[in-house]
């Protein structure tokens, strides 16, 4: 069964930094691979969706890298802002797709 | 964007009663999945559907049932409610067309507990 792993589960870092948060997983037969956000006691909003032929996506202050051979992928966020704060979960589809439990991301004002 | 519903959104019950949960989509997308979420365990998936009548379990499914009746509504039930699963419910469907992988959208989620 996938594994996927969250690493570090919580972070606490000053507004304007920029900050790599890290999946990692089990099984390198994925297909593809997706960062969401988590507000607390909200639903999940997709952030970036990284397709089997791709290597990483861009969206503003966001971007994802997937190395498949390795087992890695990490959201990088660019000048991070107090609105930022939130649960980061990334998830990987092989067969259906496997979770990782989080990083709990505060940007302190 | 794929809009996607659940009902209700909170929702108290007593042990061993049968409990519904509703999710609808307002466009055609073929999969639709039920995942509950627990401090710890992350986001596990109960069952999914790949169409009309078409469902399948996913890893925590004893306890549950789901029924696609309509492309649109994927209902889940607890058929005797235990407090185990007490839990935040989301549904999720795969935005691609037909069978193609398009990334999940979720719904709000329906906080459940089970008294």
């Known amino acids: 069964k996938q594994e996927v792993t969250q690493i570090p589960a919580a972070l606490s870092v000053p507004e304007g930094e920029n900050l790599v948060l890290n999946c990692s997983f089990t099984d390198s037969a994925i297909y593809n691979l997706q960062w969401f956000r988590q507000d607390p006691g909200k639903g999940l909003t997709s952030l970036l969706l990284?397709?089997?032929?791709?290597r990483e996506q861009t969206s503003g202050r966001l971007n994802a890298s997937l190395d498949k051979s390795s087992g890695r992928s990490t959201l990088y966020i660019a000048a991070s802002q107090p609105g930022d704060s939130a649960t980061y979960l990334c998830?990987?589809?092989?067969?259906?797709?496997?979770f990782g439990t989080g990083t709990s991301l505060t940007v302190i004002p | 964007d794929a809009g996607i519903t659940q009902s209700p959104r909170h929702k108290v019950t007593e042990t061993g009663t049968p409990v519904t949960l509703r999710c609808h989509q307002t466009?055609?997308?073929?999969?639709m999945y039920w995942y509950r979420q627990d401090p710890g365990h992350g986001l596990r998936l109960i069952h999914y559907?790949?169409?009309?009548?078409?469902?399948d379990k996913g890893e925590v499914s004893d306890g549950y049932s789901v029924s696609r009746s309509k492309t649109e509504d994927f209902l889940l039930t607890l058929e005797s409610a235990t407090s185990s699963q007490t839990s935040v419910y989301f549904c999720a469907i795969n935005t691609g067309q037909g069978d193609l992988f398009g990334g999940y959208t979720f719904g709000s989620g329906t906080r459940l507990t089970v008294v």
């Open positions: 466009e055609n997308h073929r999969y």
């Open positions: 998830a990987v589809y092989g067969n259906q797709f496997y």
């Open positions: 990284i397709q089997s032929s791709q």
């Open positions: 559907s790949y169409g009309v009548k078409d469902t």
